[in-house]
């Protein structure tokens, strides 16, 4: 019997991801999402710029590949074409936080019906470690040699604090991969927000705190820890928005 | 067929758009076209469409992308500073061989310039709508029926192509009344789109819409394969008119209002015994090039009368194989040459001859 197996919704291409790195959960979990609600022959995916960007070879729905930043936009085309499909968009923090921000905004504040799956690393990882939008203060990357300085370039955006403040989106939550706790509340979240697409509930984003042990410069196991002494501390773990969760 | 009725040309766009069976409209307010927005905002929601005001023009065309990696067809129209920023989109459109319609009426330049008439996004629509090599079909419409009937040809185009075809008018031509007659539905031609993302149905491998190819070799046959489609556009679907081109020695160039200009300038030279004509290109890439080509065998001098600096006049030179002098008749910042001006330049073109 087998008890553990790939799921449907992921092809057998090989993941390019960097050893350590959690992108290959969170592939996983959306992909389980995906078979357990049965909906795989009727989503489809839109993949970021960034780490993500081949996600499109990884996922086994019809998947699309949109420009920086701009994956909740054209996930409203193709809801509003087709509403019969489940969309789903894949973005980074550069992508979603930072290039892509007014179409976050506005697409939640729309409500549009689309799960929106934000990986934030708090790094810019395929471009080679850049200060991405989430960086923390003080944190060292290649454009931030000398530790962010929050004088400098500002303080970190925090996106489901700051889309909680709309009336527009259905549900914002923030989620860990760093533990297994931490994974298993993620799969529930993240299937969550597919299930309120499916019921018609509205724009519902998973933000997953995640590690980038290569432009972290740390093992996979040290990033793991930063996760939780670090990242978890400035982005606390929640359900920020859930108004069907909230009008029971 | 339809009936004739009054229409403005940014309504008729509209209106012949949803003939074509455009159903999704996504655009940003901006003078001289929001007319197109206005009417698809009170039209589409009774016929079942999406009219969505997006929040900015790239979302606008990102929209686009998205509808139309479905497979349906959609448009989107803007004026030069807004077609601008959708530069980032028309050239991911181009990269993923997807069709859309898309119009331009353009206005002053560059930066916000005016809000008046203006044709100075020529080059920007026939040679650099976007980063990386590709084209557009560029359609330039010098009467409301045109507006209309350019709009359900770059429909047609766009689909059979797989790329974006463009509309590039002026405000004049947004802004100006006629009698228009918008073809049946029945006679539009739509095409089997089996690449759109419509969910794989558990029935086939999935479809992929996209842009990127990391292996060199792989990116270069794209590019080969996609102007080998161009090569094709530029043998079947070049449109010109022209007029008094029979005996003509003095031959104007032009389209949109300036081509309406030019011809009362044409009449009137006529009358005075110049022996003018011209050649009003519908399509502006694919450029009519062979026929000003052959036209060169017999004209003696060209006259490009454009609403910029001096735009097309580098295509007419270029086909015409730098063979005839070509003159340049332009105004711009939203001002329109006057008959008589053009009429001076027809007979400084003479003089050049006599």
Not at chain 1, 185 to 198: C, L
Not at chain 2, 27 to 55: D, H, N, S, V, W
Request: with cysteine; hydrophobic share 40%; glycine share 8%.
């Amino acid at each position: 019997m087998i008890v553990f197996d790939k799921p449907k919704s992921l092809t057998d291409a090989p993941l390019h991801y960097c050893p350590g790195c959690t992108h290959g959960i969170i592939h996983r979990l959306v992909a389980e999402a995906i078979d357990e609600l049965g909906i795989e022959g009727r989503t489809i995916g839109v993949a970021p710029v960034g780490c993500a960007v081949m996600a499109y070879d990884y996922f086994a729905c019809d998947m699309v590949e949109a420009a920086h930043g701009r994956a909740p936009a054209v996930a409203t085309g193709i809801k509003r074409a087709n509403p019969e499909n489940i969309v789903f968009t894949y973005q980074g923090d550069g992508d979603l936080a930072s290039i892509g921000t007014a179409e976050t905004v506005h697409s939640a504040t729309r409500n549009e019906n689309i799960t929106v799956i934000f990986v934030n690393n708090a790094i810019y990882g395929m471009t080679g470690g850049q200060m991405a939008p989430t960086s923390l203060p003080g944190q060292i990357t290649q454009t931030s040699p000398y530790g962010r300085d929050t004088n400098l370039c500002g303080f970190p955006v925090k996106i489901c604090e700051m889309l909680s403040q709309l009336e527009g989106p259905e549900f914002l939550a923030r989620v860990a991969v760093n533990n297994v706790k931490n994974i298993k509340n993620a799969k529930a979240t993240i299937k969550k927000a597919f299930e309120n697409q499916v019921n018609g509930k509205g724009f519902s984003l998973v933000e997953v705190i995640s590690s980038c042990p290569t432009n972290w410069g740390m093992t996979p196991k040290d990033a793991l820890k930063w996760i939780d002494d670090n990242m978890i501390p400035y982005y606390p773990l929640g359900v920020y928005k859930d108004r069907s969760g909230e009008a029971k | 067929m339809a009936e004739k009725v009054l229409m403005k040309g940014n309504e008729a766009i509209a209106e012949a758009a949803i003939k074509a069976g455009c159903r999704h409209y996504f655009g940003y307010p901006i003078t001289p076209q929001t007319e197109i927005a206005a009417y698809m905002a009170k039209r589409m929601p009774k016929i079942g469409g999406t009219f969505l005001q997006a929040e900015s023009e790239i979302a606008a065309i990102n929209m686009v992308y998205g509808v139309s990696s479905a497979g349906k067809r959609v448009m989107t129209s803007s004026s030069s500073p807004g077609v601008a920023l959708k530069s980032e989109g028309l050239s991911y459109l181009a990269g993923a061989d997807l069709p859309a319609f898309v119009v331009n009426v353009q206005r002053g330049g560059p930066g916000l310039g005016g809000i008046q008439p203006s044709q100075s996004d020529y080059f920007q629509a026939t040679k650099a709508g976007g980063h990386g090599d590709f084209r557009m079909i560029v359609l330039a419409p010098a009467s409301v029926q045109e507006m209309a009937d350019l709009t359900i040809k770059g429909f047609e185009l766009a689909d059979n192509y797989r790329m974006t075809a463009m509309i590039l008018a002026d405000g004049t031509m947004g802004q100006m009344m006629e009698p228009v007659e918008i073809r049946d539905s029945a006679d539009i031609k739509t095409f089997d789109k089996p690449w759109a993302v419509t969910g794989t149905g558990m029935k086939r491998e999935h479809n992929i819409v996209n842009s990127l190819y990391l292996k060199p070799e792989q990116l270069e046959k794209e590019n080969f394969a996609r102007f080998e489609r161009y090569k094709k556009i530029e043998e079947n679907e070049v449109m010109y008119e022209e007029f008094m081109m029979d005996d003509a020695e003095i031959c104007i160039v032009a389209f949109g209002i300036a081509a309406r200009v030019s011809q009362n300038a044409v009449v009137e030279a006529r009358k005075q015994g110049i022996k003018a004509g011209m050649i009003r290109p519908i399509t502006l890439w694919p450029f009519p090039k062979k026929r000003l080509l052959a036209a060169a065998e017999k004209v003696k001098t060209f006259i490009s009368v454009e609403l910029s600096m001096g735009q097309m006049v580098e295509d007419i030179e270029l086909a015409t194989k730098c063979t005839r002098p070509v003159m340049l008749c332009n105004r711009v910042g939203g001002m329109i040459p006057s008959p008589e001006e053009v009429l001076a330049k027809i007979k400084e073109a003479q003089g050049g001859i006599n």
